[in-house]
């Protein structure tokens, strides 16, 4: 397990560096998921940092964010065209969707579709963007048998369709050759509903392990929704995982 990590925020930075005088490359990081509650709070984390953020959603009229750094478009993470026409150029691409699809099947999945647009796109590439994308946490017991033993779902139901695709999602990118990184979340996500907006309590701390799941004191496996986010935008500025799945938790 590698030690805890702590944001800094650039201006901080700076200003104990006493070099407030020279500028810093500014990241432009494409967020697909931007409407939804775990990709809203990466488009904040990044503008807050002075990114560039392109959020993307079939409907880009849900993206509400007052930031000058901030262009929202309309595009769909399973279409390669509009995959590669949005992120071209682009330093990195945070992918943060999930769901069903065709026939309840995980390989239909967003999330397992997405990691297979990704590599389409970027395979053979030299410099091409760094990919994160949201995995799932069941995907740390290690095997399809040992997430199915944990799982109170049944193949075929749709709970299991959407954890099974993010372990199609992990098994692309471990296939891939392309700057991948897949950030795994803990078992729970504090301040996240289904049903209501994420409620954040922002730390800008979290440890990481790429071995299993990071527990706290009290053997909890556990992070804030914003913290996740944290990560997410630390991982797109400062890579350490590339060609990696990495869990983070306090």
Partial sequence: MRHAIRHIPYVALMLVAGLTSMSLRAETIVVYGASGPIGGLIVKEALSRG??????????????????????VSGDVTDLASFKSITTGVDAVIISVGGVG???????????????????????MSNSPHVIQIGGATTLYGTKEAMVAHLPFPPGSVPYAMIM??????????????RWTVLTPPL???GHSVNAPPVAHRTGKYRTSTT???KDAHGESRVDIADLAVAAVDEAEHPHFIGERFTIGY
Wanted: glycine share 6%; hydrophobic share 35%; aromatic share 8%.
């Fill in 51 to 72: 990114d560039m953020v392109i959020g993307v959603s079939r409907d880009a009229s849900k993206l509400k964010f007052e930031n000058k750094n901030f262009k929202a």
């Fill in 102 to 124: 065709k026939d309840n099947e995980p390989e239909h999945t967003p999330q397992a579709q997405a990691a297979k647009i990704a590599v389409q796109a970027f395979e053979g």
């Fill in 165 to 178: 695709g993010h372990l199609d999602e992990l098994q692309t990118y471990r296939a891939s050759k392309i």
């Fill in 188 to 190: 729970k996500i504090e």
């Fill in 212 to 214: 299993g799941f990071v």
